[in-house]
């Protein structure tokens, strides 16, 4: 019997540029802009370019002046 892959319910704790992108709303060259200018971090993780979610949650929170919440609850 063939056994189908089902999506985790585990939410990534990082994500690719263009998950990132869809994340935030934005393109994938704003993503890279932001990168550039030291707004979003980013991680190099075997030949490929990361995003951790907190920080684009950060990145959000900066934008509307008001801390994140929840992220620890």
């Known amino acids: 019997m063939l056994q189908t892959a089902t ?11 263009p998950e990132a ?16 200018r030291g707004e979003l971090p980013k991680a190099k993780i075997g030949g490929r370019t990361l995003v951790r979610r907190i920080d684009a949650d950060n990145l959000l929170a900066r934008a509307v002046g008001t801390p ?5 609850d």
């Open 7 to 17: 999506k985790s319910a585990v939410t990534p704790a990082a994500l690719t540029v």
């Open 68 to 72: 994140p919440t929840g992220l620890f």
């Open 21 to 36: 992108a869809d994340y935030l709303r934005t393109s994938v060259t704003s993503i890279y802009r932001m990168f550039a």
